[in-house]
């Protein structure tokens, strides 16, 4: 199992970026992803997630909410983070996740990727 992410850069406040995970090894549809970021010196924290039962659905930290965005390609075994309006406390690594959709949505998440960088100037 892999999880590539990519896309991460510079880039100065209230502007946007778009991360990618492309997932391979796995079954796709049937995870759920989620993206976390984790800061300098602070703890790993979830971005969000989708959850593919029920139709699928995105759940976000309230610290994103409005400003990003969850979404997948299940033909291209990836999904995405659409990041606007970032702020420079958006600065840390972005990790993607994959979950089993049967596990539920408070367990642990299965495999995970290598991080991207997001450095938001002021």
């Known amino acids: 199992v892999q999880l590539q992410a990519s896309g991460g850069g510079s880039v100065q406040a209230e502007g946007s970026l778009r991360l990618s995970c492309a997932v391979s090894g796995l079954s796709f549809r049937q995870y759920d992803m989620g993206w976390f970021r984790q800061a300098p010196g602070k703890d790993r924290e979830e971005v969000g997630s989708?959850?593919?039962?029920?139709?699928?659905?995105?759940y976000y930290a309230d610290s994103v909410k409005g400003r990003f965005t969850i979404f997948r390609d299940n033909a291209k075994n990836t999904v995405y983070l659409q990041m606007n309006s970032l702020k420079p406390e958006d600065t840390a690594v972005y990790y993607c996740?994959?979950?089993?959709?049967?596990?539920?949505?408070?367990?642990?998440?299965?495999?995970w990727g290598q991080g991207t960088l997001v450095t938001v100037s002021s």
């Open positions: 996740a994959a979950r089993r959709k049967d596990r539920g949505i408070t367990s642990a998440y299965d495999y």
């Open positions: 989708f959850v593919v039962r029920n139709g699928g659905r995105t």
